[in-house]
């Protein structure tokens, strides 16, 4: 099995920034694609940005210039970086991976979420 663990989360006022973390365990041999996404009350998970093994990167356009997604493979963990946070960036932030394990060539697995709320 596979465990996807965000951390980072928190309270932070309009302009603000937080580094948003996710670490990956379990029977891992090799994740492929890694990504961000998030749910605003009452609304739709939304992509925010994906990451591939080779640094592929992709943002939605909400997030573009502000927001920087990175990965270090060696401890199967991605970042977020969200810089000039704005109240509609308020939401839970969920992370995703394309896994491989002993038993599966690629499964995407979510973590838990964490929650980003902020000020105005």
């Known amino acids: 099995q596979v465990q996807l663990v965000e951390s980072g989360g928190g309270l932070v006022q309009a302009g603000g920034s937080l580094r948003l973390s996710c670490a990956a365990s379990g029977s891992i041999l090799r994740i492929f694609a890694m990504g961000w996404y998030r749910q605003a009350p009452g609304k739709q998970r939304d992509l925010v940005a994906t990451i591939t093994r080779d640094g592929r990167i992709r943002y939605a356009d909400p997030v573009k210039g502000r927001f920087t997604i990175s990965r270090d493979n060696a401890k199967n963990t991605e970042y977020l970086q969200m810089d000039s946070l704005k109240p509609e960036d308020t939401a839970v932030y969920y992370c995703?991976?394309?896994?491989?394990?002993?038993?599966?060539?690629?499964?995407?697995?979510w973590g838990t979420g964490t929650l980003v709320t902020v000020s105005s």
């Open positions: 995703t991976a394309n896994v491989e394990t002993p038993d599966r060539y690629g499964m995407d697995y």
